[in-house]
């Protein structure tokens, strides 16, 4: 059973970090690629980012494009975001999901809320 | 980036037929095709279909996907209850390469 846990969301202040985890299980998460969107409060859901299964390709959204990076450790089955300079507008819960058929999988989310 | 355009809000009467339009261009929806997904309130989505026709092992028959051109069509047909909920198309946009989704559709059954 595909089993995805977000974690490391939290209130930052604009122009602060965070890292987001993934934990996947269930499923040969080396096999797989994965996304991650995210959701701003009342608002529909917009993609943020893409890394194929080995990790070689990654592509972007244009808002977080330079300060988002996407990364995954295979050997502990955990896809990662490194957010920089966050602004108000990445408030958000941001989710993972599996990419097999297309957003097949996802997590529960993390709530991430940048605030001064 | 362009996203795909939803009407944001269809009303139907229980038992009744569905239909979720997402309009894009050639180089999203036109030429890789749409997924759609569903987004009960306060969950995370659930994925529908896939490649505008194709559905997940465990979802109703009573969700289908099309496509016409540059539109991708839901249509939910014997409307229950538990149908009510936000539905969101999404494509693979070649020239952006970036994944574009629509701004949702809020479907209320009557």
């Known amino acids: 059973q595909v089993h995805l846990v977000e974690s490391g969301g939290g209130v930052v202040r604009p122009g602060g970090s965070l890292r987001l985890s993934c934990a996947a299980s269930?499923?040969?998460?080396?096999?797989?690629?994965m996304h991650w969107v995210r959701q701003a409060p009342g608002m529909g859901l917009e993609w943020v980012s893409f890394?194929?299964?080995?990790?070689?390709?990654?592509f972007y959204a244009d808002p977080v494009r330079g300060r988002f990076t996407i990364s995954r450790d295979n050997s502990k089955n955990t896809l990662y975001l490194q957010m920089n300079s966050l602004r108000a507008e990445d408030t958000a819960v941001y989710y993972c999901?599996?990419?097999?058929?297309?957003?097949?999988?996802w997590g529960q989310g993390t709530m991430v809320t940048v605030s001064s | 980036q362009a996203g795909l355009t939803q009407p944001p809000s269809v009303s139907k009467d229980l038992r009744q037929i569905a239909t979720v339009t997402c309009a894009g261009n050639?180089?999203?929806?036109?030429?890789?095709?749409a997924a759609w997904l569903q987004q009960h309130q306060g969950h995370p989505p659930k994925l529908l279909s896939y490649?505008?026709?194709n559905r997940p092992s465990g979802i109703s028959e009573r969700f289908s996907a099309s496509r016409s051109g540059n539109t991708a069509s839901l249509t939910i047909t014997g409307l229950q209850p538990e149908d009510e909920a936000d539905y969101y198309c999404?494509?693979?946009?070649?020239?952006?390469?970036?994944?574009?989704f629509g701004g949702g559709t809020k479907l209320t059954v009557l």
């Open positions: 999901a599996q990419e097999h058929d297309s957003f097949d999988m």
């Open positions: 269930g499923f040969a998460f080396r096999n797989y690629a």
């Open positions: 890394v194929s299964y080995d990790g070689s390709h990654k």
């Open positions: 050639r180089d999203n929806v036109g030429n890789q095709g």
């Open positions: 490649r505008n026709t």
């Open positions: 999404a494509a693979w946009d070649i020239s952006l390469s970036a994944w574009v």
